[in-house]
């Protein structure tokens, strides 16, 4: 019995974030909000979805976090931190090309 709870909490857990995930990207997206802590939460969530859906936290940090003049609205240090922990590499160079810190992430796409 408590191993059936336990998935049922996690499934419920996982709706939430999805839903979660869902209205920070409108907030971001339809409203153009700017605030970090927004910006923040929503990559935090999207890295830690980055297993079942990579492509979502790509096109973040590629676009949506990213101003027209080309600033980040998210706080890159912790989003490359994140990245890496999380094993979303791909993202986590990204960031760091993004930040002008080459070297590392030539390091990191080589490991």
Known sequence: ???????QDQAALEV???????YLQAAVTRQACVQGAVHNCLLL???D????????LMRYVAGAGVSSGGVAHYDQALAARSCEAAGALKAAIHIHCDVGDYDYAVDLALR
């Open 49 to 56: 979805g980055a297993r079942a859906d990579p492509a979502a």
């Open 1 to 7: 019995l408590k191993g059936k709870d336990q998935a």
């Open 45 to 47: 969530l999207l890295v």
């Open 16 to 22: 939430c974030k999805r839903e979660a995930i869902r």
